[in-house]
């Protein structure tokens, strides 16, 4: 497991580089998703014995799920990449389904099609689709984006990311988008650590 979490972050760090995916994308966003994943699968793990041959295509998909974001890079090249550094590591099968995963778990796509049927893998999948969602709890992760890829100064992109912040994060539990226990918990918590830091103003 040791080796395939190293290949995996090798990949982020690479592939940030080399499609220009700025910090609110990359290793830092990977490691908070990744520790998501991790404290709910060990808080699912004992009522749902099916995750246990799921976790290395969990925690890789926690961490490599943003190398094929169309913001930076087309799916399909970011999907080729990606293999080319973890196939030693997974049958055809389990990439497919690693492939599934990460490209089917973003805010806008689950907004717009709904959740894949993936059966023996839900579970799994709304794990690391929750953990994404929860590492956007963070409104400096918002404002990095709009000072690297919209190139605003920093006043205009805190601007806009407490814009973004309230109209989406903080919509978030109203509607309905954390699913498992682990999740639905987490989230509720830092919801309200949110409304009491006082440079967010709601």
Known sequence: MD???DAAFRCV????????????????????????????YHFHIARNPQLLTQQRILYVAAVV???????????????????????????????????????????????????PELYEWQLGYHIVREADLLAS???DRCVLYGIYCEQLPYTEALIRARTLYHNRVMRYIPDG?????????????LHAKSMLKQHIEF
């Open 65 to 115: 799920h943003d190398m094929c974001d169309k913001k930076y890079v087309t799916e399909q090249l970011g999907l080729r990449a990606i293999h080319d550094y973890l196939y030693l590591y997974f049958t055809p099968e389990e990439f497919n389904m690693l492939s599934r995963i990460i490209t089917t778990m973003s805010y806008s796509i689950v907004r717009t099609h709904g959740y």
């Open 13 to 40: 760090r690479e592939l940030s580089v080399r499609y220009n995916i700025d910090e609110s994308h990359s290793m830092k966003h990977s490691m908070d998703v990744l520790n998501y994943t991790i404290e709910s």
């Open 137 to 139: 709890y963070d409104i």
């Open 177 to 189: 988008v954390f699913v498992t226990m682990y999740g639905g918990a987490k989230a509720h918590e």
């Open 3 to 5: 080796v395939l979490m």
